[in-house]
Each structure stands twice: as C-alpha cells, then as structure tokens.
C-alpha cells in the first residue's frame, strides 16, 4: 500500500484517505490531533490519531505538524522527540481508527 507525501515529514497511507475525507466533510474545523494511548491500554503499535473540533484541543497542549490538504494535523506536545520525526497516519480496520505511526 503507497504512502501518499504531506510535506517532508508527515505520510498518510492510502488506506486512510476515504477516513480523512469524511472527516473533513463531517466535523467543521476538523483537525487530527496525535495523542498518546489511554491509561490502562496495552499492546498497542502506534499513537491515537483522533479527529477533534479546533475549538475542543487545548491551548498551547498540541503543535503542528502538517496538513493533509486543508486538514491540520496536530501532535500532542512533548510526545515526540525533539528532533525531526516522521509520521505516517493509516487506518486500523480492525478498531475503525486512525493511528499514526512514528518513524
């Protein structure tokens, strides 16, 4: 399955483009926020990728990282290295979520 580019550090996997769109089509002022699994989650691979109203995310708690068209991708801060990170963002079929893997 292709990865499709987002600027130099941010990926999705084709799988997720049909999630995104309906996404963006669905919940004005949509963003994709990363965050980190939930207390008490275990066996997990990859971070929650979780669609959210702007209006809803935390001042000063997220950073951007991109945009998949006219869609913010955000990242919960001091979840990543500080160093350049890649992401890929692809969707678990399994849960119906996205999830957003670090490379």
Do not use: W
């Amino acid at each position: 399955m292709a990865d499709l580019e987002f600027g130099e550090h941010l990926k999705v996997k084709e799988n997720a483009m049909v999630a995104i769109s309906q996404i963006r089509d669905q919940l004005e002022d949509a963003v994709i926020a990363i965050v980190d699994h939930p207390p008490g989650s275990c066996c997990q691979i990859g971070l929650h990728a979780v669609p959210v109203s702007r209006s809803e995310l935390p001042e000063g708690r997220f950073n951007k990282i991109g945009m998949i068209e006219e869609l913010e991708v955000t990242v919960e801060a001091g979840l990543l290295p500080t160093e350049p990170t890649d992401i890929t963002l692809g969707f678990d079929r399994d849960s119906g979520t996205l999830v957003a893997y670090v490379n």
